[in-house]
């Protein structure tokens, strides 16, 4: 069952890349002409490039780099993080790599349906005039059902997608007995002579072979949803046969009418099937969609926790998959790009352009980060792990650099994403650190509060006060303010401090939550969590069974200090990047919401604060 789930989520995006990469090899702008020698050639480029890349670096190498379970590059980031006391430009290099998983979540929902529906070109071009809103009601569509969740439907991802394989492994095969000839494509020397024949155009066209692998990162980034042996017994079970099934039929059909490279997936089909095999196309290309936006969803909450975005809206749709979430803004925003580079390059060839410069570089970064895993944490000998790096890195910046000529036709549109969205993580990181620095000078040390709270009588009133600090160590300015202008203590005092620890979830639930007794009816409490859980306080503080402390929820309060940002020069930010981290603060999300907060339990203080 959870290879059958995992077909859907994991090679939804791989499973879709017969509809075009075998295209922009032949035919457009950076292909080369279907020539008996060319297509042996790409044909054993593609194959040995699933075997290299998918087979080897990310099912037999990549995917022993988990963190607790949870896989992807920011989770290999912070691994790196761990091993390395000098790891920052390293955490951040994978920072960057996640970055760019945004603008691959953008671009692939846009050129699989566009994709798919090009299909019904091959039928009449009639259609022609339709392609591109079909495109856009579709994508609408899949972006508005978000909110509802994907617990439901993924119940039929993998059949569909099983559906999908068998569909076009069959299209493949049929072509293949056609010209059996196209088999010799496994012999790497094809590949070789490929190159020898066409020089550097041969080096243009590898950008389009590496769409063929551009899924390859999803399957690191879902190893947390169904563990390594469904996927890598999915893959060479279903998915590596399948392709190859398809890609070699259509090398056989090019060989045989060279004509059909404007489209050989879908002028495989016999006419009868044509349009069965347009509406599973884009049910595959929708379920594709579907991984890389759940995964944006994810890297989404995992960059709040660590403290690379703002908080935001984030909506659990499933009672029981914590990883079923639901970020408004991320899809609404997501939904906006995909529907603007469907507009502004109307057909999957020109998107293709822009595909790829993403994931070469987010691979790249994955080798390298994967080869400082495997010296500092796992302790292989250099002559193991050097070789292998050299070797993978080797074919990475071949990539990297075909997908790199693309830069001027569209390639820029990934890589302006992704510099805004890194730019913006590190503003909000930097603002944060900023703002705990200026809050601690403002801030009375606790040590220094509490002797002076004894000195003074203060009236206490019945129930529980939970301050919400980011410095356990300094009394909150929501406190202060309290105190200033209401006079009054409850009877408990609780400071507590929500930490974010760099695994994905806490191994031992004892670990949550650790009180300490500061005498005078003060607590100090901290309340850690996984950067992938929900960060659930009241739910937290109710597992506390401390002598003399007790949260009774009809008596406890929680108070939260809401900071108003006034840009300045003082504090090492910039005065615009000042007002940037400002509208950040203003538009981040509600703090209640956030932590699970009861509404009607919450009291906010705000303060003025000058970074």
């Given at each position: 069952m959870l290879c059958l789930a995992s077909l859907g989520i994991v090679y939804g995006d791989i499973g879709t890349s017969p509809l075009y990469a075998m295209r922009e090899c032949f035919y457009g702008q950076h292909s080369v002409p279907p020539t008996h020698a060319n297509v042996l050639g790409v044909l054993s480029?593609?194959?040995?490039?699933?075997?290299?890349?998918?087979?080897?670096?990310?099912?037999?190498?990549?995917?022993?780099?988990?963190?607790?379970?949870?896989?992807?590059?920011?989770?290999?980031?912070?691994?790196?993080?761990?091993?390395?006391?000098?790891?920052?430009?390293?955490?951040?290099?994978?920072?960057?790599?996640?970055?760019?998983l945004y603008a691959d979540g953008m671009i692939?929902?846009?050129?699989?349906?566009?994709?798919?529906?090009?299909?019904?070109?091959?039928?009449?071009?009639?259609?022609?005039?339709?392609?591109?809103?079909?495109?856009?009601?579709?994508?609408?569509?899949?972006?508005?059902?978000?909110?509802?969740?994907?617990?439901?439907?993924?119940?039929?991802?993998?059949?569909?997608t099983m559906l999908w394989f068998v569909a076009i492994s069959l299209l493949g095969l049929q072509q293949i007995i056609r010209a059996p000839q196209v088999l010799a494509a496994i012999n790497p020397i094809?590949?070789?002579?490929?190159?020898?024949?066409?020089?550097?155009?041969?080096?243009?066209?590898?950008?389009?072979?590496?769409?063929?692998?551009?899924?390859?990162?999803?399957?690191?980034?879902?190893?947390?949803?169904?563990?390594?042996?469904?996927?890598?017994?999915?893959?060479f079970a279903i998915v590596l046969p399948a392709l190859t099934l398809n890609y070699f039929g259509q090398g056989a059909l090019l060989l045989v009418q060279p004509e059909t490279a404007v489209n050989p997936f879908y002028r495989m089909a016999p006419s009868w099937a044509l349009y069965p095999m347009v509406v599973l196309a884009t049910a595959a290309a929708v379920i594709a969609s579907q991984a890389i936006i759940s995964g944006a969803?994810?890297?989404?909450?995992?960059?709040?926790?660590?403290?690379?975005?703002?908080?935001?809206?984030?909506?659990?749709?499933?009672?029981?998959?914590?990883?079923?979430?639901?970020?408004?803004?991320?899809?609404?925003?997501?939904?906006?790009?995909?529907?603007?580079?469907?507009?502004?390059?109307?057909?999957?060839?020109?998107l293709a352009a822009a595909y790829g410069v993403a994931i070469t570089t987010t691979m790249l970064i994955t080798t390298i980060l994967f080869y400082i895993v495997a010296r500092r944490r796992w302790h292989w000998p250099a002559s193991l792990a050097l070789p292998?790096?050299?070797?993978?890195?080797?074919?990475?910046?071949?990539?990297?650099?075909?997908?790199?000529?693309?830069?001027?036709?569209?390639?820029?549109?990934?890589?302006?994403?992704?510099?805004?969205?890194?730019?913006?993580?590190?503003?909000?990181?930097?603002?944060?650190?900023?703002?705990?620095?200026?809050l601690s000078e403002i801030c009375i040390p606790l040590d220094a509060f509490l002797p002076e709270l004894k000195s003074q009588r203060i009236r206490r009133v019945p129930g529980t006060a939970v301050y919400m600090s980011g410095n356990r160590f300094g009394t909150p300015?929501?406190?202060?303010?309290?105190?200033?202008?209401?006079?009054?203590?409850?009877?408990?005092?609780?400071?507590?401090?929500?930490?974010?620890?760099?695994?994905p979830y806490l191994a031992n639930a004892k670990d949550r939550v650790a009180v300490e007794n500061l005498d005078e009816g003060f607590w100090?409490?901290?309340?850690?969590?996984?950067?992938?859980?929900?960060?659930?306080?009241?739910?937290?503080?109710?597992?506390?069974?401390?002598?003399?402390?007790?949260?009774?929820?009809?008596?406890?309060?929680?108070?939260?200090?809401?900071?108003?940002?006034?840009?300045?020069?003082?504090?090492?930010?910039?005065?615009?990047?000042?007002?940037?981290?400002?509208?950040?603060?203003?538009?981040?999300?509600?703090?209640t919401s956030y932590f699970c907060l009861p509404p009607n339990g919450v009291v906010e203080l705000g303060a003025r604060v000058e970074v």
């Amino acid at each position: 069952m959870l290879c059958l789930a995992s077909l859907g989520i994991v090679y939804g995006d791989i499973g879709t890349s017969p509809l075009y990469a075998m295209r922009e090899c032949f035919y457009g702008q950076h292909s080369v002409p279907p020539t008996h020698a060319n297509v042996l050639g790409v044909l054993s480029l593609i194959l040995w490039s699933l075997i290299l890349i998918i087979s080897v670096k990310y099912l037999t190498l990549i995917l022993r780099a988990d963190n607790r379970g949870e896989g992807g590059i920011l989770a290999l980031a912070t691994l790196v993080s761990d091993v390395l006391r000098r790891g920052k430009f390293l955490f951040l290099l994978g920072l960057f790599g996640a970055a760019l998983l945004y603008a691959d979540g953008m671009i692939t929902p846009a050129i699989s349906v566009m994709g798919a529906i090009e299909g019904l070109h091959v039928a009449t071009p009639l259609f022609d005039p339709y392609v591109v809103p079909i495109a856009v009601v579709i994508l609408v569509g899949l972006f508005l059902f978000q909110s509802r969740g994907t617990t439901g439907v993924g119940t039929v991802f993998g059949p569909v997608t099983m559906l999908w394989f068998v569909a076009i492994s069959l299209l493949g095969l049929q072509q293949i007995i056609r010209a059996p000839q196209v088999l010799a494509a496994i012999n790497p020397i094809h590949g070789f002579e490929f190159f020898m024949i066409n020089g550097s155009r041969g080096f243009v066209v590898l950008g389009a072979v590496f769409l063929v692998v551009t899924g390859g990162e999803a399957l690191y980034a879902d190893i947390g949803h169904f563990g390594t042996a469904p996927i890598r017994l999915t893959w060479f079970a279903i998915v590596l046969p399948a392709l190859t099934l398809n890609y070699f039929g259509q090398g056989a059909l090019l060989l045989v009418q060279p004509e059909t490279a404007v489209n050989p997936f879908y002028r495989m089909a016999p006419s009868w099937a044509l349009y069965p095999m347009v509406v599973l196309a884009t049910a595959a290309a929708v379920i594709a969609s579907q991984a890389i936006i759940s995964g944006a969803f994810s890297l989404t909450m995992q960059a709040i926790q660590l403290g690379y975005s703002p908080r935001l809206k984030v909506v659990y749709t499933s009672a029981r998959i914590i990883g079923q979430i639901y970020v408004p803004v991320v899809n609404w925003g997501l939904m906006l790009a995909c529907i603007a580079l469907v507009l502004g390059f109307r057909t999957s060839s020109n998107l293709a352009a822009a595909y790829g410069v993403a994931i070469t570089t987010t691979m790249l970064i994955t080798t390298i980060l994967f080869y400082i895993v495997a010296r500092r944490r796992w302790h292989w000998p250099a002559s193991l792990a050097l070789p292998l790096a050299a070797f993978f890195i080797t074919i990475d910046l071949a990539f990297f650099g075909a997908n790199m000529l693309k830069v001027a036709h569209g390639g820029w549109f990934p890589l302006l994403v992704s510099a805004a969205i890194i730019f913006l993580m590190l503003t909000w990181r930097k603002g944060r650190r900023v703002l705990r620095s200026r809050l601690s000078e403002i801030c009375i040390p606790l040590d220094a509060f509490l002797p002076e709270l004894k000195s003074q009588r203060i009236r206490r009133v019945p129930g529980t006060a939970v301050y919400m600090s980011g410095n356990r160590f300094g009394t909150p300015l929501a406190l202060l303010h309290n105190l200033k202008h209401n006079k009054v203590l409850h009877e408990q005092v609780v400071l507590l401090t929500v930490r974010t620890e760099e695994v994905p979830y806490l191994a031992n639930a004892k670990d949550r939550v650790a009180v300490e007794n500061l005498d005078e009816g003060f607590w100090r409490a901290q309340v850690h969590f996984g950067f992938m859980e929900k960060p659930d306080v009241p739910a937290a503080l109710d597992r506390v069974k401390q002598t003399g402390l007790r949260f009774d929820p009809m008596r406890t309060t929680y108070f939260i200090g809401r900071e108003t940002i006034l840009a300045t020069r003082k504090l090492g930010l910039s005065s615009w990047r000042g007002s940037l981290f400002a509208w950040m603060t203003r538009n981040a999300g509600d703090v209640t919401s956030y932590f699970c907060l009861p509404p009607n339990g919450v009291v906010e203080l705000g303060a003025r604060v000058e970074v």
